[in-house]
């Protein structure tokens, strides 16, 4: 085989190799012909393009503009220009490539002078001067420019539009949220930023979530039951002690209402808390925290046990804990906001929340509540700027499972006389809801009454969705707190339980947390997954 047309593993070269090879070219009066572009997908369009090349000429060299120089948008260039240099490299009609690390050809034409440089028919008219440039450079030098048929026409920007679009049904409906003026990254970093020293009111139970890791299961001799032997336990503040952590972690100041006994475990938690940050109002009670055991094998849980003793507050309980909510709203100059979350523990009836969210209305800006469990009682909190409940629960709130949902989200604003709802549908993300404006003088009984702002879920699939919910209304009252429109907040909450779903346990969610999970969902594109390590074969640019 020749030595100027090395196999595929040699045909990509450094740039002393290729002006190496152009010399012997030209002293064994063989011409080579030219080509240049990003090469992103390798499609039809470029085949044919090749092809046509190597007819003119006796050697084809293709090179390909460096990662950095390639101005096609966010996301470009798909392929990485190591991997996009090997696909041409296995073309048969291809006999050397080389990445090129400057913005266009026209040093590179100067530099290896080739005897023809191929264009698309595109640029038979074009006047860009930077083509123009190149066609100068080339024929200075003796060479010639010819266009190519232009019988097959393929666009590598459409194709991978296109692409994102079919492999991800909702990267149109999140390429349409991005360009919201509100949702811009710069919009969105000046809403986390002003998360400081925001005080928020939590009233809730302390849930104990334990993660029980064990090793494969068996089945046990005496009957067919499933054993599972632990091998590791890891423990997490869970219930409302997270969504004082998340908001503490978020910059904010946390202030925690939540049933806590005198004992050991109960100091425990109540040390970490204030070690974070919390400002705690501990409301004594003689129950111990509920525990929930969940006990995974690798990542996937297989069973759970809830270790609970319900709560039951008499009438003088509940009145300290009216008094306490009021206090602690007041406390510090008062809060910007206060979050309600009912975990089904016993703590909440459909009374005590009536008088809670009838105290703290008018002492605090926003008023934010969401629920766990089937026993959770969703329909006691009215007056809130948002409820942020799950389809189910919501669903399950009203009997109405047949109902399209924003049918249901209208029943749930107009009985708790509620601003807004973000009901959550797992994988598909969320749907932030809010009166239409005018809509109480509406004679069409058919007329919709509410509005709502899909958010598609920012990740493929959760890991672990323990403590989504929490991080989302987390994030969610914060935004609101600082004056951010619903849609914000709802982008925000959604990025706060996507970061949360790809974790194992419920972690605390940071602010530092939140803008990464923002600046990769703006940047999201269909992309090649690299793999840790890809040597570089292009070389630094020397002097000639």
Request: proline share 6%; charged share 25%.
């Amino acid at each position: 085989m020749s030595p100027l047309t090395p196999d595929q593993s040699n045909k990509v070269l450094t740039r002393s190799e290729l002006l190496a090879h152009r010399l012997q070219a030209k002293q064994q009066g063989r011409r080579v012909v030219h080509c240049h572009g990003c090469f992103d997908i390798v499609h039809p369009g470029h085949v044919r393009h090749l092809k046509h090349a190597k007819a003119q000429g006796d050697i084809l060299l293709v090179t390909v503009t460096g990662d950095d120089e390639v101005r096609k948008g966010t996301g470009r260039p798909l392929i990485p220009e190591e991997l996009r240099a090997e696909n041409l490299a296995a073309l048969d009609c291809v006999d050397w490539v080389y990445i090129e690390p400057r913005p266009t050809a026209l040093e590179l034409l100067n530099e290896v002078q080739p005897d023809v440089y191929i264009k698309g028919r595109e640029y038979e008219f074009n006047s860009d001067p930077r083509f123009q440039a190149e066609r100068t450079a080339v024929e200075a030098h003796g060479g010639r420019v010819i266009f190519s048929s232009g019988d097959v026409v393929f666009s590598s920007t459409a194709l991978i539009n296109a692409l994102e679009q079919s492999i991800d049904p909702f990267q149109a409906r999140l390429t349409h949220l991005a360009e919201k003026p509100e949702l811009q990254g710069q919009a969105l970093f000046q809403l986390l930023s002003s998360f400081r020293s925001k005080r928020i009111l939590i009233i809730g139970e302390t849930i104990l979530d334990t993660y029980v890791l064990c090793d494969r299961p068996d089945v046990a001799g005496e009957s067919p039951i499933m054993t599972l032997r632990p091998i590791e336990r890891r423990h997490y503040d869970g219930g409302a002690a997270i969504i004082a952590r998340n908001i503490a972690a978020m910059g904010g100041k946390p202030v925690l209402i939540t049933p806590m006994p005198k004992t050991e475990q109960g100091d425990a938690v109540r040390r970490r808390l204030i070690a974070e940050g919390v400002e705690i109002y501990p409301f004594h009670v003689e129950k111990p925290l509920t525990e929930k055991q969940r006990f995974l094998v690798g990542a996937q849980k297989v069973m759970k046990v809830d270790l609970l003793d319900p709560l039951t507050l008499d009438a003088t309980q509940q009145d300290r804990l009216v008094d306490m909510a009021c206090e602690a709203a007041a406390s510090g100059g008062g809060c910007h906001g206060a979050i309600i979350a009912d975990f089904a523990q016993g703590l909440f009836t459909s009374s005590l929340l009536d008088r809670l969210c009838s105290s703290l209305r008018p002492r605090v800006p926003v008023l934010t509540g969401d629920v766990s469990g089937r026993r959770a009682s969703l329909r006691g909190m009215h007056s809130m700027d948002v409820l942020c409940p799950s389809e189910s629960e919501a669903r399950e709130a009203y009997g109405q499972f047949d109902s399209g949902l924003p049918t249901v989200a209208w029943r749930l604003l107009e009985e708790t006389k509620s601003k807004a709802a973000i009901i959550t549908m797992g994988a598909e993300g969320l749907i932030a809801f809010d009166r239409i404006a005018g809509e109480e003088d509406t004679t069409d009984r058919f007329a919709s009454r509410v509005r709502g702002e899909h958010v598609p879920a920012l990740v493929p699939f959760a890991i672990d969705p323990l403590g989504c919910g929490d991080s989302l209304l987390s994030a969610v009252t914060l935004a609101l707190a600082c004056g951010a429109p619903l849609l914000s907040a709802a982008f925000i909450g959604s990025v706060a339980a996507a970061v949360q779903a790809q974790r194992i346990g419920n972690i605390p969610i940071s602010a530092t947390d939140l803008r990464h999970g923002i600046v990769r969902v703006q940047s999201a594109h269909l992309a090649y997954a690299a793999p840790d390590v890809i040597h570089s074969r292009r070389p630094a640019v020397a002097a000639s």
